[in-house]
């Protein structure tokens, strides 16, 4: 599966949009780009996942470059309760297994 | 409800113990999976099993096995072989239809004395 890189923390203002970078310059034509986030001492939580289209569901927006070597994920109206550590997965749907394979993630901190 | 459960939410066991965790799904899910967490780090699969009484190495299996008699169960078994078992342990599941993701259970925390 293709590495990903991300900012290891940033802050947001509550209410405020939260923009979540994610670099992904390796990925290949069938590989997805899966968000995932992680809410201290819980397990991580699906958010969203997209191919080439952008993506809207009701926690967030995928935004996926044309040459799709990087996204972003964007939190419309941050709260409190977004506050967690947001990871960026790209992997294959193939039928061995379809593991994800976590990096560091982004630490975001919504801020009141 | 649906979903998953990890049993007990911290485990506490002296060193040279085996210790099994348990994790239980009702989602009528095909493949499960085990994760491992340290501090600050993300997470790395010990394990996954993608039918009954089938499961695959992750990319750090030495010093767990895990078994899968029950399409709803995947305990995972850490052994004294482990050296460094004092972690976070996650387990998750997942349909096989479609383009599905993993559903994570709560964890469960484990410290080896």
């Known amino acids: 599966d293709a590495k990903t890189t991300q900012p290891p923390s940033m802050d947001c203002a509550e209410g405020r949009a939260a923009n979540l970078p994610c670099n992904h310059s390796?990925?290949?034509?069938?590989?997805?780009v899966y968000w995932y986030r992680q809410i201290h001492s819980q397990g991580p939580q699906y958010i969203i996942h997209?191919?080439?289209n952008n993506e809207t569901n009701e926690m967030a927006s995928l935004i996926i470059t044309e040459d799709r070597k990087s996204s972003t994920l964007i939190l419309p109206h941050a709260t409190l309760r977004d506050t967690a550590v947001y990871y960026c997965?790209?992997?294959?749907?193939?039928?061995?297994?379809?593991?994800?394979?976590f990096g560091g993630g982004t630490r975001v901190l919504v801020k009141p | 409800d649906g979903g998953i459960t990890q049993s007990p939410k911290y485990l506490f066991r002296k060193e040279g113990q085996n210790v099994t965790l348990s994790c239980e799904q009702n989602?009528?899910?095909?493949?499960m999976y085990w994760y491992r967490q340290d501090p600050g780090q993300g997470l790395r699969l010990i394990y996954y099993?993608?039918?009954?009484?089938?499961?695959q190495k992750g990319d750090i299996a030495e010093g767990y096995s895990v078994s899968r008699e029950k399409k709803e169960s995947f305990p995972l078994t850490v052994t004294s072989a482990q050296k460094n078992p004092t972690a976070f342990y996650l387990c998750?599941?997942?349909?096989?239809?479609?383009?599905?993701?993993?559903?994570f259970g709560p964890g469960t925390r484990l410290t080896v004395l």
């Open positions: 997965i790209v992997r294959v749907e193939e039928a061995a297994g379809n593991k994800l394979t």
């Open positions: 998750a599941s997942r349909g096989t239809s479609g383009y599905n993701e993993q559903f």
């Open positions: 989602l009528n899910h095909d493949a």
């Open positions: 099993s993608q039918i009954v009484n089938d499961f």
């Open positions: 390796t990925i290949s034509g069938n590989e997805y």
């Open positions: 997209g191919l080439k």
